[in-house]
C-alpha cells in the first residue's frame, strides 16, 4: 500500500511540474498607460499613469492556462497640467487618497480574429466599481521577449469618475504597451 501511495504522489507531482514548465510566465520590463478623452470645443484632454506592477502568464498556445493581473498607481495621474492632476487625484474623480491602485484581473483569454490578436475578459476596478470587460490586444514574441498592446474604451461614468458634464465627454480611450521578459 506504501508503494501505491507514493506512486500517486509521484504522479501528481510529475503533473503539476508539467503544467508549470508548460507556462509562460512573463516578467514586465517597461509598461505604459497613456489615456485620451475629448473635451469641450473638439480639443482632447490626454494623461498617462505609472506605477505598473503585473503578473502575466501567457502562452498563445494554451490559453486555458493564461492569466494576468496588473495594477497602477492612482496618484501618478500625469496630464501635463498640475492644477488638472490635483483635480483628478481628489475625491470628484479617483479620489487617491481612498482608491491608490486600479486593477485590472483576467477572469478568461480567447484567440482573437488574426493571428497574435487576443480578446481578454478583464475584471476592471476602478474606485469601488469592478465590472468584466473585454479588452482586445496584440501579443508579438521575439524570443524571449515580448510585446502586448490593447487599446479600448471605458465609460468613466460607469466607474463614478467625475459627473455627468458638457465640457468632458463620458467616453475615455485607453492604450496600454507592455514589455514583457521570461
Known amino acids: 500500500m506504501p508503494n501505491n501511495s507514493f506512486r500517486s504522489i509521484s504522479l501528481v507531482f510529475l503533473l503539476f511540474a508539467s503544467v508549470l514548465t508548460q507556462a509562460q ?11 485620451t478623452i ?3 470645443f473638439g480639443t482632447t484632454a490626454n494623461g498617462s ?7 502575466i502568464v501567457f502562452d498563445p498556445k494554451n490559453l486555458p492556462n493564461a492569466s494576468m493581473k496588473a495594477s497602477i498607481d492612482t496618484k501618478t495621474i500625469d496630464t501635463g497640467l498640475e492644477i488638472r492632476d490635483k ?3 481628489g475625491s470628484n474623480y479617483f ?12 477572469t478568461r483569454i480567447e484567440t482573437g480574429a488574426k493571428e497574435n490578436e487576443f480578446i481578454g475578459y478583464f475584471n476592471l476596478t476602478i474606485k469601488k466599481t469592478t465590472k468584466n470587460i473585454q479588452i482586445p490586444f496584440s501579443f508579438i514574441r521575439n ?4 510585446q502586448l498592446k490593447s487599446t479600448f474604451e471605458i465609460n468613466r461614468l460607469e466607474y463614478a ?16 504597451t507592455l514589455n514583457v521578459q521570461q
Request: hydrophobic residues 35%.
Open 49 to 55: 499613469f505609472k506605477g505598473f506592477t503585473g503578473v
Open 87 to 89: 483635480t483628478l487625484r
Open 143 to 146: 524570443n524571449s521577449m515580448a
Open 95 to 106: 479620489d487617491t487618497e481612498k482608491y491608490p491602485k486600479i486593477s485590472l484581473t483576467s
Open 25 to 35: 510566465n512573463w516578467k514586465p520590463s517597461t509598461a505604459t498607460i497613456t489615456f
Open 161 to 176: 469618475i467625475g459627473e455627468k458634464s458638457s465640457l468632458l465627454r463620458d467616453i475615455a480611450t485607453v492604450s496600454i
Open 38 to 40: 475629448k473635451h469641450a
